[in-house]
């Protein structure tokens, strides 16, 4: 956008590069000249409208990218915390540092995946984001963070799918036939009394272990779940 106003600026030689017909530097995106005086920089963070809305979008997709991530990697380990960025601005620049996400995190989660969908140019102003470095792998770095943490699920699940068949058939046989597995001669010289004891034991043992590997499997089989709806979204952005 260029400028032009019919008279000289009273402070023109102040500038004699620029025209003395010139508004705002032709840039009155950041410059202002509201008494037609001289044109200045607007007091604030140093950064004009259309970058203010720029660092905005792009700080608050990076932030949505990391509680996203956070998100997933807690369902998959509780120990994890759920984290964003809090981003600060000023005159001496931006500055963001990581703070744990409170109150409900799977609503913030869902904010965080609005966030990043709002620099998809589709989305009105955030077609300013098109050229932006990094805007894009941003995107593509938040996917395969996702697809990670997918394919360390589906490896978890077929872990404990195969250790639970496992563990069955070994129940199946010891309870056929406990001898075959006494290695250690625990059963032998024991009155049936004891030796039923024993092997009673061994069995509630095994079964016990069983159980624990059900439910894990269905923490991780639950948590691919939390995944794949969080793919669907991605999708429907």
């Given amino acids: 956008m260029i400028g032009r106003w019919g008279t000289i600026d009273p402070k023109a030689e102040l500038g004699r590069r620029w025209s003395p017909y010139a508004y705002a530097f032709d840039n009155p995106i950041r410059f202002i000249d509201p008494d037609g005086m001289w044109p200045y920089d607007p007091p604030g963070n140093g950064m004009s409208i259309v970058e203010n809305i720029y660092w905005d979008l792009r700080d608050r997709a990076t932030a949505g990218i ?7 990697l807690n369902r998959q380990s509780p120990a994890i915390p759920v984290v964003t960025i809090d981003w600060t601005y000023g005159e001496s620049g931006r500055s963001g540092q990581l703070v744990p996400v409170t109150g409900n995190t799977h ?14 140019p589709a989305n009105g102003p955030a077609g300013l984001l098109v050229k932006a470095p990094g805007a894009k792998s941003s995107l593509v770095t938040a996917a395969t963070d996702i697809l990670k943490v997918e394919k360390n699920l589906l490896k978890s699940e077929k872990s404990f799918e195969k250790l ?73 952005l």
């Fill in 66 to 72: 990391v509680t996203v991530g956070s998100y997933l």
């Fill in 107 to 120: 609503a913030q989660a869902a904010v965080g995946l609005l966030d990043v969908a709002a620099v998809f």
């Fill in 164 to 236: 639970i068949t496992e563990h069955k058939d070994k129940l199946s046989q010891y309870i056929k036939d406990p001898d075959k597995f006494d290695n250690k001669g625990i059963l032998q010289g024991k009155s049936p009394e004891l030796r039923e004891k024993i092997i009673s034991g061994r069995v509630k043992e095994l079964q016990s272990q069983i159980t624990k590997q059900e439910n894990e499997l269905n923490k991780v089989r639950n948590q691919l779940n939390e995944v794949k709806k969080v793919k669907d979204d991605q999708r429907m």
